[in-house]
């Protein structure tokens, strides 16, 4: 089992104590010595197996932060609710993580809310920054002190939280942030359904039903070829198909700006989609290249 740690101060000393051994016992620049980090808010999945999976396949210390991280949260969104399974958290991750940072609100944020944030800019207010005012912003001040808590070579992201990755990669470009990023590939259930933790809230009939993202998703890939309008209209309909399915928005959007593109827009895409079933709401993307 990963030992668990809960205090930025001990984590801080372990990780420079297993860098210090795997130096001493190896080269300068050592695979084993390369720390990587996976941060986490828990309820882990194999989607988040994936990530910790391709941290270990990069070698040296993996450490798995688990925070429910409330700056990232809005005030009618579901901090309390959010699933906390931290004992099953820690026995999933047996044989893949060397030590898992867990901390409590009170250690990360000891003074309460921080005044001091990272602000995260223009495209933080955009899809999911229009649905969720402030998310990226504490999404970005949290990463942004788990990386000087942790100190990583590399952090591994899932794409499945795309505009995530964006703006993560860009504050490290931005600052100057001495890591590596490296992205994983979204995981899906058989059925196409991206992995979420927020999956576990949908009953039968709209578990049944939230499969039309990804099918919304595949029928925009299908219709690159044809242009942006053909790719937001393929989605558009089947979207409409499912009356269980309350959308929030549609996009494509260039991958280096992440700003929607327009119709004479060929190359690189994403296609994002979020969407509620009943209560729950739900995101998911694509890249494709627009012919």
């Excluded at 828990?42 to 989607?47: P, R, S, T, Y």
């Excluded at 991958?255 to 327009?262: H, K, M, S």
Aim: hydrophobic share 50%; aromatic share 4%.
């Amino acid at each position: 089992m990963p030992d668990v740690v809960t205090t930025i101060a001990e984590l801080r000393r372990r990780v420079a104590q297993a860098r210090e051994t795997a130096l001493r016992e190896g080269s300068s620049d050592a695979p084993d010595a390369r720390v990587v980090l996976v941060p986490t808010m828990g309820a882990l999945h194999e989607g988040h197996l994936r990530l910790v999976s391709r941290a270990r396949d990069l070698g040296g210390i993996v450490v798995v932060s688990i925070f429910v991280n409330p700056l990232q949260f809005g005030p009618t969104e579901d901090l309390e609710r959010y699933p906390r399974t931290l004992d099953a958290d820690v026995a999933q991750l047996d044989g893949l993580a060397d030590l898992v940072f867990a901390p409590t609100a009170a250690e990360m944020y000891p003074s309460g809310a921080p005044e001091t944030r990272v602000t995260a800019g223009a495209v933080a207010s955009l899809y999911e920054g229009e649905v969720r005012p402030g998310h990226f912003d504490g999404m970005l001040t949290v990463v942004a002190k788990l990386f000087n808590i942790v100190a990583p070579d590399v952090a591994v992201f899932g794409q499945k939280d795309a505009q995530q990755v964006h703006l993560v990669g860009r504050m490290v470009g931005d600052l100057d942030l001495p890591v590596t990023i490296a992205v994983v590939d979204t995981v899906r259930e058989q059925d196409g359904l991206a992995l979420s933790s927020r999956n576990r809230y949908l009953d039968d009939d709209q578990r049944a039903a939230a499969v039309v993202l990804s099918q919304a998703l595949a029928a925009a890939a299908a219709a690159a070829p044809k242009g942006t309008d053909a790719v937001l209209a393929a989605a558009r309909a089947r979207l409409a198909a499912e009356p269980a399915v309350k959308l929030d928005y549609l996009v494509v959007v260039d991958p280096e700006t992440f700003l929607a593109v327009d119709a004479e827009h060929h190359g690189p895409a994403t296609v994002l989609v979020a969407a509620r079933f009943g209560t729950t709401r739900l995101i998911d993307n694509e890249r494709i290249s627009i012919l």
